[in-house]
């Protein structure tokens, strides 16, 4: 099995971490997780045929899992996928991909390129086989199991958000939170787990700096408390994602972060840190994951 971690960012536009998309690959069929700014672009990037990706995941509808959806999908029609992919996600999936396409927002890009035979062919790729979900088990083939759970992320009265664990027949597990705050559940959904793959969207420093400044967040997980998830979880490998940009050497990705942390602290310094404070608690293989890290389990 190859787990490709294609974006590893969070909502700031960064040049350096695209938007959570994590592609699992096992005996040749692809699984999507997320798909954030980028996703496409580094699937090629990573010589995978976004048109052979029939399988996609959905955490929840923040648009850094999910802006990048219409991109590949549309790109994958005009490319002429053959295949209608399938998309599992939470409650207000159906909702998102019904605004999308024919109909929806891209509808007049649909129809202009109608107008040529060659696009008229595939149009059923167009109408994804959308399974919209409770936690339990959310997929299944002859190669996979994919389970999910609710995570504690957004209010789950406006949009549930799910952590997603994916086994294979022949025994390689896999777990990704999503985003979420610490939780029960996806310790429990990822016990014994071969490869963790966890958010990690601040460090200590600008965790204890937002709380001061109100600066409004959805919950998320600190690299203390991930350390304590993957020792709990007994994860045999942990990769920590979606970072909040704090490492960032950009001037305007600088200015954008000053808002959520101070200035002059932000830097690559701060993976250091966010190291070390996971590494206090979790003795396992731990990496801080960066845009088209593969790992081979
Ligand atoms: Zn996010
Ligand atoms: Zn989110």
Same mark, same amino acid.
């Given at each position: 099995?190859?787990?490709?971690?294609?974006?590893?960012?969070?909502?700031?536009?960064?040049?350096?971490?695209?938007?959570?998309?994590?592609?699992?690959?096992?005996?040749?069929?692809?699984?999507?997780?997320?798909?954030?700014?980028?996703?496409?672009?580094?699937?090629?990037?990573?010589?995978?045929?976004?048109?052979?990706?029939?399988?996609?995941?959905?955490?929840?509808?923040? =648009?850094?899992?999910?802006?990048?959806?219409? =991109?590949?999908?549309?790109?994958?029609?005009?490319?002429?996928?053959?295949?209608?992919?399938?998309?599992?996600?939470?409650?207000?999936?159906?909702?998102?991909?019904?605004?999308?396409?024919?109909?929806?927002?891209?509808?007049?890009?649909?129809?202009?390129?109608?107008?040529?035979?060659?696009?008229?062919?595939?149009?059923?790729?167009?109408?994804?086989?959308?399974?919209?979900?409770?936690?339990?088990?959310?997929?299944?083939?002859?190669?996979?199991?994919?389970?999910?759970? =609710?995570?504690?992320?957004?209010?789950?009265?406006?949009?549930?958000?799910?952590?997603?664990?994916?086994?294979?027949?022949?025994?390689?597990?896999?777990?990704?939170?999503?985003?979420?705050?610490?939780?029960?559940?996806?310790?429990?959904?990822?016990?014994?787990?071969?490869?963790?793959?966890?958010?990690?969207?601040?460090?200590?420093?600008?965790?204890?700096?937002?709380?001061?400044?109100?600066?409004?967040?959805?919950?998320?997980?600190?690299?203390?408390?991930?350390?304590?998830?993957?020792?709990?979880?007994?994860?045999?490998?942990?990769?920590?994602?979606?970072?909040?940009?704090?490492?960032?050497?950009?001037?305007?990705?600088?200015?954008?972060?000053?808002?959520?942390?101070?200035?002059?602290?932000?830097?690559?310094?701060?993976?250091?840190?966010?190291?070390?404070?996971?590494?206090?608690? =979790?003795?396992?293989?731990?990496?801080?994951?960066?845009?088209?890290?593969?790992?081979?389990?």
């Amino acid at each position: 099995m190859r787990v490709l971690i294609l974006g590893t960012g969070a909502a700031a536009p960064d040049p350096e971490r695209g938007g959570s998309g994590i592609l699992i690959t096992h005996e040749g069929r692809h699984y999507l997780f997320d798909c954030g700014v980028g996703t496409t672009r580094q699937m090629i990037r990573a010589h995978v045929d976004p048109t052979e990706v029939d399988n996609i995941f959905l955490s929840h509808l923040h =648009y850094d899992h999910i802006v990048d959806f219409p =991109y590949f999908l549309l790109t994958s029609w005009i490319c002429d996928r053959e295949n209608t992919p399938v998309v599992v996600g939470p409650e207000g999936t159906q909702e998102f991909i019904d605004h999308l396409f024919e109909g929806g927002a891209f509808a007049k890009d649909i129809e202009a390129r109608l107008q040529f035979p060659r696009r008229q062919g595939n149009t059923h790729v167009l109408r994804p086989d959308v399974r919209q979900c409770e936690p339990g088990v959310v997929f299944e083939d002859d190669l996979v199991k994919v389970t999910a759970c =609710y995570v504690e992320h957004i209010p789950r009265e406006i949009s549930p958000c799910f952590g997603l664990r994916l086994d294979t027949h022949d025994g390689k597990s896999v777990s990704f939170s999503g985003d979420t705050a610490p939780c029960e559940r996806f310790i429990e959904l990822s016990k014994d787990v071969d490869l963790m793959i966890h958010e990690c969207t601040f460090p200590e420093s600008a965790i204890a700096f937002r709380k001061k400044a109100n600066v409004g967040t959805w919950s998320h997980t600190s690299p203390t408390a991930l350390g304590e998830i993957a020792k709990k979880a007994n994860a045999k490998k942990l990769v920590a994602t979606h970072f909040g940009s704090y490492d960032t050497t950009n001037p305007v990705v600088r200015k954008i972060m000053g808002v959520h942390m101070p200035i002059d602290i932000i830097g690559p310094e701060r993976l250091d840190e966010v190291a070390a404070d996971i590494a206090a608690t =979790y003795k396992g293989d731990m990496r801080l994951a960066h845009d088209l890290m593969r790992i081979d389990l």
